[in-house]
Every structure is written in structure tokens, then in C-alpha cells.
């Protein structure tokens, strides 16, 4: 089965208040000996692979630019990262070719290489059309600035556009939450995705609130009750758009789904390449393994590897749950019985979801209802045991 492949970028022309990501501000004067060995690892994977006892199939059709800003590489680095992976891999016809871009970094030159290497999605970090909240953030574009690149990329004919927005934004409110979602409708991308402002230590605005502090906007950061009434939002007015949700985070029209991040919901084989990138493949056996780079770049580019960990049967089973939960399709219980002979003690944890609101269930097919998406970590919670050795 063909792979999907990963390319961490972790660099920015800006670090934004509220990411929690492995990614920062460097000097340009890395990004050379960074893409160096990024391409090294490409042309050592099968070695890896073999190493680690995996089934390698150098056959490809999705690749993934994530960030990071991939497009604060200048041509010549993005070129040759192209170069080496259709070097290295055997890239499929019609693999969907996703790049991450932060709105004002495309230049004619880089639409220009991604035209000439087979680039056909992009995935837009817009965050809001209200310029006000993109600035609280520490975002360096403007609603004008999204609109242009939207014309330059469909002057390109790529016409796979994906924009991301961020609920509850610093001073974010109703009406502008609904205006972004208007813009984002009305730009006639066909994918968006939703995410919800994280609070957590890893981020700067994070830490702030955490804190109850002031720096960095966070005392004009909608409470919880608004963020998920924002979210609620979204999904109705996507919804009524005809872009619909098919994940937790996301929504597309018709065929435009995200193919490469529904190899990691449906747990097929991946490769990942660059700082904090996570790889699964499958052994022999008809286990799986998985493997990782540092988060830091000075130990990526040092050549720091963390060992593989073998997936057990058990935790591939976990993982079909609570990975698969995040599809508006559920998960069918059917099919897990025939792949694993027993769903083992999830019975237990259903019917517990269930009575709690959290699952629905129709016929051998479970879902999270609406409540259960708001509430979505505490559902995969009851599907996670403590997890084994590395190898």
C-alpha cells in the first residue's frame, strides 16, 4: 500500500502567540545545513526501514509540507527537497501534494516551483479575516493579504485550497467569528479547518492565560462557554454551506477531504522527515512501528533518532478507536471484530459513552455525538491503557 510522506519545516517568519508546534525563528543561515539533512534521511529511509524489520514500499501518493512556514524556504531549498524525494520515492500519479503557507509568502517564484514540481493543494494558515485578531497573535497578514494569494494560487490552477481558522481568538466575538467563517465560504475554498485555541504551557499566550496575565491580548481571550459556541457555529454554517464536516477539526465539499491526514486517522503507513516528525509502518509480522525525530532542531540536525516502539495488537486496537472516533463516519465495530477477533474491554467503555452522551450508536457503526465532539479527549481517554516498551 502506497505511503504518505512528511516534511517538517520549522521555520517562521514570526512566532505566534498561540503555537504550541516545534517550530520557531531562525536564522536563514540554518535553513541550508536543515534541508542538507532532511534529504539525507530520505535517501537512507529504506535502510531505516529494513533495520527496524518494516514492510518498505517506496511507492507514494500523498506528501505533506507542514510547519512551520515551508514557504520561508527559498526556491532553491524547496527544489531540491522536491528533487529528492521523487529521487528516493516512487510518487504516484494524481498524489495529492499539500504545502503549509502563512498568507504573504507567496511570491510568483515559489506558485512558479510549485507549478513546475506537482504542488496541487495548499493549506492556507489564514486563523481570521478579522485583522485585528490575526495582529493579537502575532500573525503578519491581513484579510487583503489572503485574498491575493487565493487569486495568485487559482491563477496557478491549483485550485485545492484549504484554510485554517482559530476559535476564540483574542478579542474574538460572535459577529466577527461569523464574519470569518462569511470569508472563508465566500473565498470558495473547498476545505476549512476548525481548531479550537488550545490553553496549555506550550504556548506562550497559553502560558499568559494560565497565569491570568494580560500579556499578549489574553485578557480579551472568549471565555470556554464562547469558544465552544464558536465552534458549534462553525459547524452549522459549513454545514448549510455545503462544505461538511468529515472530521473533528475539518470540513470539505465533496472529494476534497484531506487524503494524507486520513492515512494517520485510519492508521496506514507514513513516513515523516524533519524536526518533531512521527513515522508509522508495518512489519512483517502484521504489527506496526513507530518511530520519531527530535523536537529540538540542534538534536535533529546532530542526528538524534528515538527508537522505534513496537504497536502492539492491543494498541492497534486502541488506536482504531480513539484514532477512528474522530471521523464523523464512527467506527464499525464489525469490522474491528473481523480484524482483531474481539474488541476486548471497549465494550464497557461504549456503553459507559453512550449513557454519558458522549456516543451515539447505529448498528454496528459508533459515533461521537455532538456533545462528545466538544468533549472528544475525555472520549478517547477511556480507549487509552498505559502504553508498552519501546523497542
Known sequence: ??????????????????????????????????????????????????????????????????????????????????VT????????????????????????????VFES????????????????????????????????DLARLRDAGIENISIDLIAGLPHQTRDSWRFSLAESIASGVPHVSVYMLEVDHESRLGRELIA????????????????????????????????????????????FESRHNLKYWTRRSYLGFGVDAHSMLSLNDGRAVRFSTPDSLERFTAGERAPGTIVSRDEALEESFFLGLRLMRGVNLRSLENEFESIGRFP?????????????RKGDVIRLTSRGKMLSNEVFERFISVPQPGI
Open 1 to 82: 500500500m502506497s505511503l504518505g510522506l512528511y516534511v517538517s519545516v520549522p521555520f517562521c517568519r514570526t512566532k505566534c502567540s498561540f503555537c504550541n508546534f516545534a517550530s520557531d525563528v531562525f536564522s536563514r543561515a540554518v535553513f541550508d545545513r536543515y534541508v542538507e539533512r532532511v534529504c539525507a534521511d530520505m535517501q537512507n529511509d529504506r535502510q531505516l526501514a529494513e533495520e527496524m524489520g518494516a514492510v518498505y514500499d517506496g511507492r507514494v501518493d500523498t506528501i505533506y509540507f507542514g510547519g512551520g512556514t515551508p514557504t520561508v524556504l527559498d526556491t532553491t531549498q524547496l527544489e531540491k527537497l522536491f
Open 85 to 112: 524525494i521523487r529521487q528516493n520515492f516512487e510518487v504516484q500519479e494524481n498524489t495529492e501534494f499539500t504545502i503549509e503557507c502563512a498568507p504573504g509568502t507567496l511570491t510568483p517564484e515559489i506558485v512558479q
Open 117 to 148: 514540481n506537482g504542488v496541487n493543494r495548499v493549506s492556507l494558515g489564514v486563523q481570521s479575516f478579522v485583522d485585528q485578531e490575526a495582529a493579537s497573535v502575532g500573525r503578519l497578514h491581513k484579510r487583503s493579504t489572503v485574498l491575493d
Open 212 to 255: 491570568g496575565g494580560t500579556k499578549y491580548h489574553a485578557h480579551f481571550v472568549p471565555d470556554d462557554d464562547a469558544t465552544a459556541e464558536f465552534y458549534e457555529t462553525a459547524c452549522e454554517q459549513l454545514d448549510a454551506a455545503g462544505i461538511k464536516q468529515y472530521e473533528i477539526s475539518n470540513f470539505a465539499r465533496n472529494v
Open 348 to 360: 464497557e467503555a461504549i456503553e459507559e459513552s453512550i449513557q454519558d452522551g458522549l456516543l451515539e
